[in-house]
């Protein structure tokens, strides 16, 4: 059963760091991942997605990759503002599923 | 226009009510889900419909039955509502059941309060 975990639980930064964010699956056989951010009491926000043939996506400030020897994916959030502060989430699909599962998120606070 | 719509945002009810969340999209997608996400946070798949039939069954208690009146459509009833399935519910949906194209789009959840 594929499991996912996020480092770190939690993280809270000056404005204007960069930060990676991590996300890990126990079977590295992912078809697709997607990350997601989610703000308090409300829905989740696709970030950035990537598909079965791609190994990385950029959108903005935001670079997400993905090792698929390793199961493991990074998101880089550069030049970070007080407004990126929220919850992220990646979730996967692996070659078998047919849902994705999410990990448990990471919340990020960026200080002013 | 809301991609994915659910109504109602918020539902507060009485143990052993029977309730109902809709759901819709309007993205032409072909593959839609329920998501419940717990006090901790944590998002669980319980169901998912391609093209309106079920897919995915996750071991959900059977007071919950997902309804596909069409494509477009996954809707969500709850009989006799329980003290633990307090929690934010939210639809999904994908072009596929793979999320292939363009991955998932989420609503923007119900929070369910059971008292």
């Known amino acids: 059963k594929q499991e996912v975990t996020q480092i770190p639980a939690a993280l809270s930064v000056p404005e204007g760091e960069n930060l990676v964010l991590n996300c890990s699956f126990t079977?590295?056989?992912?078809?697709?991942l997607q990350w997601f951010r989610q703000d308090p009491g409300k829905g989740l926000t696709s970030l950035l997605l990537?598909?079965?043939?791609?190994r990385e996506q950029t959108s903005g400030r935001l670079n997400a990759s993905l090792d698929k020897s390793s199961g493991r994916s990074t998101l880089y959030i550069a030049a970070s503002q007080p407004g990126d502060s929220a919850t992220y989430l990646c979730a996967g699909l692996d070659n078998y599923g047919q849902n994705f599962v999410f990990g448990p998120g990471t919340r990020l606070s960026v200080l002013p | 226009d809301t991609a994915v719509s659910q109504t109602p945002k918020y539902l507060v009810t009485q143990m052993g009510n029977d309730k109902s969340i809709k759901c819709e999209q309007n993205?032409?997608?072909?593959?839609m889900y329920w998501y419940k996400q717990d006090s901790k946070k944590f998002l669980k798949i319980m169901f998912s419909?391609?093209?309106?039939?079920?897919?995915i069954n996750e071991t959900v208690p059977n007071r919950f039955s997902p309804k596909s009146p069409d494509k477009a459509h996954l809707n969500l009833h709850i009989n006799s509502l329980e003290l633990g399935d307090s929690a934010v519910y939210f639809c999904?949906?994908?072009?596929?059941?793979?999320?292939?194209?363009?991955?998932?789009?989420f609503g923007s959840g119900t929070r369910l309060t059971v008292v």
């Open positions: 079977d590295s056989a992912i078809y697709n």
């Open positions: 990537i598909q079965s043939s791609q």
């Open positions: 419909y391609n093209n309106k039939e079920l897919i």
């Open positions: 993205l032409g997608h072909d593959t």
């Open positions: 999904a949906s994908s072009q596929d059941f793979r999320g292939t194209e363009g991955g998932y789009t």
